[in-house]
């Protein structure tokens, strides 16, 4: 099993669009950057992510969901109605992936940036407390996974190891 953080704004998808959603389940698509999509790609069925929401106040991770297919191709890519549309995708040569993934947990309490980076220390390399990542999925370290939890102090739930 790995160990993900992915970024939405909630203005876009949020966690309680999620929670909203059929089987609280959805494809995690949209994607342009070919990093991410390359970790989006070495996602498997089972993983677990860190739901985090960003560009809002405050930004920081508010749940957990995990990865229920592993990556397809990102059928938005082919839709020109779409905003994540681009017209050098195909379905035969697909360029973007999304993974689906369901809700497991979300948090009573966010736990913000601002106090993941007053954490830096203990995270070691954690890419998201370091200046200029943008990137909207991003692996986390089993010690790394266990440290946000102890700091947001929620303990892994039972449900997330589940299924």
């Known amino acids: 099993m790995q160990f993900w953080l992915l970024k939405s704004e909630p203005v876009t998808f949020s966690i309680e669009a999620l929670q909203r959603a059929p089987q609280q389940i959805t494809h995690w698509d949209g994607v342009r950057n070919y990093q991410a999509r390359n970790y989006l790609r070495n996602m498997q069925v089972g993983d677990l992510a860190l739901f985090y929401h960003s560009n809002c106040t405050p930004p920081g991770i508010v749940g957990v969901v995990r990865v229920v297919k592993a990556a397809h191709s990102d059928d938005t890519a082919w839709d020109p109605t779409s905003e994540h549309y681009d017209?050098?995708?195909?379905?035969?040569?697909?360029?973007?992936?999304?993974?689906?993934?369901?809700?497991?947990?979300?948090?009573?309490?966010?736990?913000?940036?601002?106090?993941?980076?007053?954490?830096?220390?203990?995270?070691?390399?954690?890419?998201?407390?370091?200046?200029?990542?943008?990137?909207?999925v991003m692996p986390v370290t089993p010690s790394q996974w266990e440290e946000i939890h102890a700091i947001a102090g929620v303990s892994v739930s039972k449900k997330a190891f589940s299924d």
Request: hydrophobic share 35%; proline share 6%.
């Open 87 to 136: 017209p050098r995708s195909t379905k035969e040569v697909p360029i973007w992936s999304q993974v689906d993934v369901q809700l497991v947990e979300i948090w009573k309490e966010g736990l913000s940036l601002e106090t993941l980076k007053s954490h830096a220390d203990t995270l070691g390399e954690f890419p998201l407390v370091r200046r200029g990542n943008r990137l909207s």
